[in-house]
């Protein structure tokens, strides 16, 4: 349908318009309205493609008939896609009262593709003779790199690296990443570089049988060996697991098999098309073969991702590239009215992305960027909105925060959260330090007496939380890092100081903590002492610990004179006698080594224990807070612990006993290895997606996190860059797609993608701000500024803070961006009813339960009663 009103039971399109109070534009009507064959919508900032997604969803349920499950919406971000399911559910409901029909979007796809690929591949119309498929188990980033880690030196000597001298392989892997590491011995840094590749070929769809090319590279040639064992080794222990890229490819191979996959949803959109990859347009396309409508929706401008394997030529020239696949070529609508930004902040932005040429030198009439958008400004506003601030350091940070603190005393702002700092980069080192060019501006803040909010600046192990817990259990555990020298070891071994000191600050102001970890340590110390004396017997008796174990021998093991009591009750408990007497029938006998393992083992797991001392004195407070609406930030970061350690426990044996303690294996594998992989690879604190921005604080962001959002402020925090050579990967896969012949027909040349994706960059910076836009300038001795900044501060001639007028500058509201929850009966009322501390713990701040808890309260109440019954036949 095109360009004209849809009617349904006395309700139109227009009328629902007028409803909501929105007033579409020419070109966002017909974007709305076209619903038949492909469409390429090419969205500026601030040209409301959000709305009109939604839209566009409301005419295809309510006006064309088309059943909610049979439209595929695939957005960049869970949030982007919760606030289109949200959206859609309030404007249905509007469009309900009119048509009287039911709207029910339960079953629609709307999601990220991810999560899109797991529902892909359990839907029954794809599968013949309608069986579904079993979901694969799905690692997330650090699941695959701790899967990778545990398998790294068989997958080094099977592909041919030098597995005895695992540090040469190491700087190998890490010189071919990066010739400026050709000395890293680093094996996380190895490690990482790998899960680069792996992923990288996955999401490029190459299949094992392309690895067998020669491109005159042996270290090449070994990775293409290595990644087609990985992936052989998804599949060990009859286990089927999928990271998120080879997730991908396995949606897509499933599609694949069903003639008819191209027809089973009649509407496939694409939200922020420009960061898609080449798999991700493989089952977009082909979702879309058979009705031939599909929507993408993007900004080339806007593409930040090439570094995760983002290829923005599938935007640039989709037209050509849908015409192929399809046979149709597509519409194109731009959505090009910016209603965000003042007039000069507009015309700032779009004189800035024309700084370098877009122009193909080697193909006439052929561009890298989408050409004649025409972006314009909706705001008549022609007073100043873009000012420039240029000196010393220390100077030009106290101009930028002397005005912010001005526009909040004169009211322009309610909040300092609607100022914003971008930055190409926040951190600076391991250990939460931040870049220098952030540390100015946050010196200057702190001066002025303004808190700043700086969630990507600081290892998530660096937060007050993990330095408090991870130090308890340092303590408990009697872990200390070695005193290192070098790299992340030393990082690492800082860190682990710093967690003990603060441990050791909370400890000294709580008696009864002092108490817990002494009795703790006293339990763990009788753990294993009571093993050892079990592994002596063993040891004299010529008893190996993988024998058979009897009735016999546990019988003998409970009257070794060294053994405490509650050990001697365990070994001749009448469950484990029974059990052990079953088992040997069965054919199927317990291992001696189980005994000794059960009789000492403790009744928590490290899990149990966190929740253990979140009774004291320290986190109670924090759950008081936020339990009276104070701070609540301390929860979201003691919740992602739980998770952290829960993830600890799946990848081990989560039961302590006295051959974990023997063995070492807390202070080896928890704090030696996995703690250690958790640290180095920098994990951030968390963020509230619903409210990213805490009140009164200003936000310093990386540009990739601003991208979405807007602010009334917008601090450019540096306008300088270091240019770079192509990616290492980014060579690699031209010259895979070159020798075998799939050349994309639009590429990007490779020494020209440093500069495209810096402009992108700093676009996407300059189109956050709605009232004002600061630019910084540092000057001085290794303060470079990069050069189309140059050229557009000589063009446009700004005015500097100190000369701006406050007065000009529109009122900011405080529109809070938090997202209204939809609240069920079953999930969330019931849970609240029963325990709101519960229910704040698990289901508002993501806590992870301990599976141990009602286990062991189980086995208590057993044991307990079997205690009962020893005590009455004693006679005691």
């Known amino acids: 349908m095109t360009a004209h009103s849809s009617e349904c039971s006395g309700v139109s399109l227009d009328s629902l318009f007028l409803k909501k109070g929105f007033k579409p534009n020419d070109n966002q009507k017909m974007a709305i309205e076209n619903t ?96 579904r498929s079993r979901r694969p188990l799905i690692m997330d980033d650090f699941g695959q790199f701790l899967f990778v880690r545990d398998h790294f030196n068989k997958l080094l000597l099977e592909s041919g690296f030098e597995a005895e001298k695992n540090t040469d392989s190491y700087k190998e892997i890490n010189g071919w990443f990066d010739s400026r590491k050709n000395n890293s011995a680093s094996r996380t840094d190895a490690i990482t570089n790998c899960i680069s590749f792996f992923n990288r070929m996955s999401e490029e769809n190459f299949s094992d049988q392309e690895f067998a090319l020669d491109l005159g590279d042996k270290t090449l040639s070994k990775l293409f060996k290595m990644t087609s064992l990985y992936r052989q080794s998804l599949k060990e222990d009859g286990v089927d697991r999928v990271d998120f890229s080879t997730l991908q490819q396995r949606a897509y191979e499933y599609i694949c098999h069903k003639n008819e996959a191209g027809s089973v949803f009649k509407h496939v959109i694409v939200d922020e098309y420009q960061d898609t990859n080449t798999i991700q347009q493989k089952i977009y396309l082909k979702l879309a073969e058979g009705t031939k409508n599909i929507c993408v929706v993007g900004d080339d401008d806007q593409a930040l991702y090439r570094f995760r394997g983002a290829t923005v030529e599938n935007l640039v020239d989709f037209e050509n590239i849908c015409a192929k696949a399809i046979g149709v070529r597509p519409t194109r609508i731009d959505l090009n009215i910016n209603y965000r930004s003042r007039k000069q902040i507009v015309d700032t932005y779009t004189k800035f992305i024309d700084l370098v040429s877009w122009k193909n030198p080697t193909k006439h009439n052929e561009f890298f960027r989408i050409q004649n958008k025409n972006i314009t400004a909706h705001s008549t506003d022609f007073q100043t909105s873009v000012v420039f601030e240029s000196g010393d350091k220390k100077i030009v940070a106290g101009n930028v925060v002397a005005l912010i603190k001005k526009l909040k005393e004169t009211g322009k702002i309610k909040d300092y959260n609607q100022c914003a700092f971008l930055f190409p980069t926040i951190r600076g080192n391991a250990s939460g330090q931040m870049a220098p060019k952030v540390q100015a501006f946050a010196d200057a803040l702190d001066e002025a007496g303004i808190k700043y909010y700086a969630p990507r600046a600081k290892n998530f192990l660096y937060t007050e939380e993990s330095l408090i817990t991870f130090g308890l259990f340092a303590k408990i555990f009697k872990y200390t890092s070695a005193d290192c020298a070098y790299g992340g070891m030393k990082d690492y071994s800082n860190w682990n100081k710093a967690a003990l000191e603060a441990a050791e600050k909370i400890i000294g102001h709580d008696k009864s903590l002092k108490s817990f970890i002494e009795d703790t340590q006293n339990a763990i110390k009788s ?18 610990t993988d024998s058979e174990l009897t009735v016999t021998l546990l019988k003998k093991f409970a009257q070794i004179p060294k053994i405490e009591d509650s050990v001697r009750r365990v070994l001749m408990s009448k469950n484990l006698l029974a059990f052990t007497t079953r088992r040997g029938k069965d054919g199927k006998p317990l291992h001696v080594s189980y005994a000794l393992s059960r009789a000492t083992a403790m009744d928590w797991t490290l899990l149990d224990l966190f929740y253990k001392l979140n009774s004291f004195e320290y986190f109670s407070q924090k759950y008081e807070l936020a339990e009276n609406g104070g701070e609540d930030s301390g929860l979201y970061n003691l919740g992602m612990i739980t998770k952290y350690i829960a993830q600890y426990q799946e990848t081990t044996n989560p039961i302590l006993s006295g051959s974990t303690f023997d063995g070492d294996i807390i202070r080896k594998v928890f704090f030696g290895s996995y703690m250690y992989s958790l640290f180095r690879l920098n994990e951030t604190e968390y963020e509230d997606a619903d409210d990213p921005f805490p009140k009164g604080c200003v936000p310093f962001l990386t540009v990739h996190q601003s991208k979405g959002l807007e602010f009334p402020v917008v601090i450019l925090g540096s306008l300088s860059h270091n ?103 079953t999930a969330d009322y019931l849970p609240y009813n029963n325990c709101p501390r519960n229910y704040m713990v698990f289901h508002k701040y993501g806590f992870v339960p301990s599976r141990s808890q009602t286990m062991f309260f189980g086995s208590l109440v057993h044991q307990t009663v079997e205690d009962l019954q020893n005590f009455v036949m004693e006679g005691r």
């Open 527 to 544: 753990s294993k002492e009571n093993y050892r004396s079990l592994k002596e017997f063993c040891e004299k008796n010529g008893i190996a």
């Open 36 to 131: 038949r064959g492909p469409l390429l919508l090419t969205a500026g900032p601030g040209s409301g493609k959000t709305r009109v997604l939604l839209w566009r969803c409301v005419n295809l349920i309510v006006f064309e008939n088309v059943s909610p499950d049979e439209i595929f919406l695939a957005t960049f971000t869970e949030k982007a896609a919760l606030q289109l399911k949200q959206g859609l559910q309030g404007l249905l409901s509007i469009a309900s009262l009119y048509t009287h029909k039911p709207y029910d979007i339960a079953e629609m796809y709307v999601g990220t593709l991810h999560s899109l690929c797991q529902k892909l591949l359990t839907d029954r119309r794809f599968k013949e003779h309608g069986l």
């Open 723 to 825: 240019t770079r050579p192509p990616r290492t990967l980014d060579v690699v896969v031209r010259n895979m797609q070159e020798h075998l012949g799939i050349l994309p027909t639009v590429c990007e040349p490779l020494d020209s993608m440093d500069a495209y994706d810096t402009m992108r960059m700093f676009y996407v910076a300059l189109s956050r701000a709605k009232n004002l836009l600061i630019l910084p300038q540092f000057r001085g001795q290794g303060q470079a500024t990069y050069s189309p900044f140059k050229t557009l501060v000589e063009d446009c001639k700004f005015e500097s803070c100190q000369k701006f007028e406050v007065n000009t500058f529109p009122e900011s509201e405080d529109a809070s961006d938090r997202l209204p929850h939809v609240y069920t009966y």
